[in-house]
């Protein structure tokens, strides 16, 4: 945002920003004056294509805060997203995430247009795994229910028993009533889930590239560096990690923690923006912020928000032989 910063706001954008201002007193302690007079004509023009195309906006925890709190009217984890997709009275959904996060809110509203702004924003965790993959392990382990994470694509949820979140993995995978299941891609998940569980789970050698670089070390490091810190983590992070950290939870248990416990000082390992949308909300309490960023979510900007109401940009279609199948593990899930 440097460039932007240095360069003069055009008249245009300073009217822009003196309309936005209420809209800009949400974000003013983690977003610089200079930064949203450049996000300025965008929210308004976002606005403005939100009324006239009776239009939503669902943004995931890790979407920046000038997306998060200023032009989404959804916003949550990947469970609260899919719930809440349901739910939505519009014609149109932007999905101001990744790629399988558009793809799960068109299986569950099949009849209107979702839209995601860049096409591109994919996941390592979805990539990773095919529906192929997924019926060549249901050859290896005949008759073990098969779980997928819904960081999957439409093809691979169409394959398994059920969908979960990290934040009701647990609760999906006790379901069963089974001593042993499949949970699909995310070896770290899995290991977490069965160490909570007791539960012995099959895994694939998945991970997300925005958790798995988090240390153990890194954890200690922090702890030295900022003396009672409250360390979260997401259970994406290696186990190692996890047992080093004073709580593991989605993001929206995260954040529903920092709400709770409201400790003095607090770090959220996790992707970049997540600090910064909590911390919104909580002003007395300090944010320690190493992160890792996720370059897919990063795609998702204002510009290109706008840009997908304007000329319906990036629609999101599944084909009606993978549709069913995947929406039924969805709504296994949701039904939990």
Request: with cysteine; proline share 6%.
């Amino acid at each position: 945002m440097v460039g932007y910063a240095q360069a003069a706001a055009p008249a245009a954008l300073s009217g822009a920003f003196a309309r936005t201002a209420p809209l800009y007193e949400r974000v003013r302690r983690v977003v610089p004056p200079a930064d949203w007079a450049f996000f300025a004509d965008d929210v308004e023009a976002i606005l403005r294509l939100k009324r006239e195309r009776n239009a939503v906006i669902l943004a995931h925890n890790y979407q920046t805060p000038e997306i998060f709190h200023c032009v989404a009217d959804i916003v949550g984890d990947s469970l609260a997203l899919a719930r809440e997709a349901m739910r939505v009275d519009a014609d149109v959904m932007v999905l101001a995430g990744v790629y399988f996060m558009a793809e799960t809110a068109k299986l569950l509203n099949p009849g209107k247009t979702v839209l995601i702004p860049d096409a591109g924003a994919g996941c390592s965790l979805a990539d990773s795994i095919t529906a192929e993959d997924v019926r060549l392990m249901r050859q290896a382990y005949p008759g073990l229910p098969v779980i997928a994470y819904v960081n999957t694509s439409a093809a691979v949820k169409a394959e398994v028993d059920v969908c979960c979140t990290s934040g009701n993995a647990a609760r999906v995978v006790k379901s069963f009533g089974v001593p042993k299941v499949i949970m699909l891609p995310d070896q770290y998940l899995a290991k977490n889930v069965a160490a909570e569980t007791g539960i012995e789970i099959i895994s694939w050698a998945g991970q997300c590239e925005v958790h798995e670089r988090f240390t153990a070390e890194d954890v200690r490091e922090l702890r030295a560096a900022n003396p009672g810190v409250t360390v979260l983590v997401h259970p994406e992070c290696p186990p190692d990690v996890v047992a080093e950290a004073d709580f593991a939870g989605s993001t929206a248990a995260m954040s529903d923690y920092v709400g709770e416990k409201r400790p003095p000082r607090v770090v959220l390992l996790t992707e970049c923006s997540m600090s910064d949308n909590v911390a919104v909300h909580y002003p007395d309490i300090d944010f320690v912020r190493p992160c890792n960023l996720c370059p897919h979510m990063k795609k998702i900007t204002l510009a290109n928000i706008r840009a997908a109401l304007e000329g319906n940009r990036h629609e999101v279609t599944i084909e009606a032989s993978v549709a069913g199948r995947a929406r039924a593990s969805v709504e296994r899930m949701l039904a939990l």
